[in-house]
């Protein structure tokens, strides 16, 4: 027994030191900055006199589904001639990933720097091909808020949960300086449409002109931060040919006939050879970004400096209506007032979020769930997506028919005036913890058409939630022609039903 003990001590001891090890020092951490003088590039000599003729203004054009949004990455990194620079939250190592690895590598034998910013959050087993890329001497990557325990990194939070609940969340692709896309889109074949088990319905926006730059200096904030940390200082060294064999499972990837959607887009997708020989269609709108400081990550931040205190600047009070499409919607008890206090004003209220069967995190729906009855007591329009699994459904959004779906867009548009689009959930999460990163474009256009198109596709693809004459939630669809009422959260079962009660009833709001 006093032997068991004494290896029981033993081993928690070392899991002790392990959870305790340090972050390396980042005092000879190379020093780089955007280019910013890119008028004598391919997308400079297209893009500058195009812009020359919108003094002030941004041109903007939505990429709504996941085939435009892969092929528009993909085609600016074949067009890159000085650099990319990228910021996401997940980069998942699969068609997606690699296929958009391997243009990076691509571009950077061609001599283009490449830049890569990284959340550590979601990067379990990707050390070896984020080593590798580092390798590249044009290629540089970089993780914010990292692991320090690679193999458990559920060690760090029990010495460094302060931090490490802190995730960046930006989305940025930046090429050239000249252009960028910015949104709520992850990579990986969910976010693309081409996962044959579960897929996102999202919403990036492609942009140029000079918010362009905006969105490279912000970039540098993050790659200069306290929170962002060389690879090399953080994982192994890479594997003799490890971009040799990147590049060969980019290649299998390619002649692998599930990928036949991702080259299909590539060939058909003009928007890119559009730009480049200026044909290309924007909208010219005075555009801003808008993004939490990096020392978020740290919880050192100031709270006016906070996107959602800076977006309630800009909009100001809605006058006629807001629209707001949310995955992640959690109110709170704040959010319920405000909102009521709108509808109750006579602004019209909708909110297009996540049903119970599609959401992708219960938790989420807990904190969300409770808060339904007010919303709709003071007349606000709440659609919850369905888990649509129809081929026909996806028509136009992706590129496969064959998985469930789940709602992953975040935008907000008021009075038809104005259009937040970027990575901001409405939610503690986004608001308290987590970087964000998005635009707000003055384009009555686009605040018009695109909650306009999201409302008919709801008609559809969405359950409109109402309260019965007894004052009891109901769920309403249009299946055939037929219209059907749910009495209950429709596709959930009795274990689902009761785990959402239980967390409901936690004290988590603030971790959603």
Known sequence: MKRILSWSGAFLASLFLVACAQLPSLDKRTVSTAYIDTADT????????????????????????????????????????RSIDIQNYIWHDDMA????????????????????????????????????????DNIEVRLFNPFVQRNWRWLGYLTDFARLNRRMHNKSYTVDNQATIIGGRNVGDEYFGASEEFQ?????????????????????????SASSYPVDLILAPANEGGLDELKARARSIREDERAAGYVKAMNELPLVKQLLDGSIELEWAVTRMVSDDPSKGLGEADDHEMLPQRLGRIFGVPEQDLFMVSSYFVPTKAGVDYLTALAESGVQVTILTNSLEATDVAAVHAGYAKRRLP?????????????????AAFRDRGLTGSSASSLHAKTLSVDGQKIFIGSFNFDPRSARLNTEIGFVIESPRLAQNLPA??????????????LSDSNELRWEEVKDGERIVHTSEPGASVWR???????????IEWLL
């Open 42 to 81: 391919t997308l400079g000599r297209a893009i500058v006199p195009l812009a020359a003729k919108h003094v002030g203004n941004a041109g903007v054009t939505p990429l709504m589904s996941g085939g435009s949004a892969f092929a528009a990455r993909a085609l600016m990194a074949q067009a890159a001639e």
């Open 453 to 466: 198109a999201l409302e008919k596709q709801a008609a559809d693809m969405a359950y409109r939630v109402f």
């Open 375 to 391: 919303l709709l007591q003071s007349g606000i329009t709440l659609y919850e997506l369905k888990k649509v699994t129809s081929p």
């Open 97 to 136: 990933g690699v296929l958009l690895f391997d243009a990076l590598v691509d571009a950077a034998n061609r001599g283009v720097r490449v830049r890569l910013l990284l959340d550590d959050n979601n990067t379990v087993g990707m050390d070896g091909v984020l080593a590798a890329l580092d390798s590249h």
């Open 497 to 507: 039903l009761m785990g959402v009660w239980i967390l409901s009833h936690l004290p």
């Open 200 to 224: 996102f319905i999202d919403l990036d926006v492609l942009a140029v002109g000079p918010v362009v730059t905006e969105v490279s200096k912000d970039f540098d904030r993050y790659w200069e």
